[in-house]
């Protein structure tokens, strides 16, 4: 398999070759990330999603090698592989880590021992230090949908044989190949072609309108107390908008309706 040289921050290249991109097609049966839509990858690793840029990797994640197995922290300030997960299982507590992003380039990584990730003088990764320094800082290296994880020595973190976390290739290669895993809820990315009072779901758009056109004289929010189910239909319809002016109605507190 063929190894990948570090160039600048941020990027992977191939040995060998000369900068020029190439582009690669995706998989059968995955699907890109959406802040939309679940891909069939996040919901067979549990609903914890694959990160693909630096600024995501905040709060609880989970570094993965290979399917399934995820880096596991020991009560020595060691870590290890953990056991092959099944699928639509995520990882366990002890591999849960929180990710905190420094920069555009750099992250750092904290245990569930409340311990950040470093790497020590024999390149074995370790979960002892109290603060973030130099030693402490992480880099993501991104390519080609690749990630590898460059430690403040120059060395990438991998496992050794004896499933040992280490961080000692110069050069990534298959087994420096990572996945960094978070279980933070995307935020949902607003429609250019709805306005500011229909975005979120039917309940939050129903009190978006309801703020723009109640009267506030006694600073109380009326909603209609009839259930969505109504809303929900009518939208399916085309006639989501009557609907909402018939419930603000029916409170006869909007300035708009009769």
Known sequence: MSEYDKVKPGKLKLKGDKGKSKKRKHQSGKTKENPTQISTDTISHGNWWKISKTEDIVGPVAIEFGSHVYVKALDNGLFTLGAPHNETEGPSPEEI?????????????????????????????TGRSDAIGAMEQWEPVLQDGKMALLGYNGGFMSADDEDSIIARAKRAAAEQFLTIRSHTLKEISRSKDEPDEEQGNLKQVEINYVKKFQKFQDKRLRLCPEGKKDLKKAKDEGTFHETLLDRRSKMKADRYCK
């Open 97 to 125: 880590l929180t990710g905190v992003y420094i920069s555009e380039h750099k992250v750092a990584f904290k245990s569930g021992y409340n311990k950040y990730l470093r790497v020590d003088k024999n390149d074995v990764v």
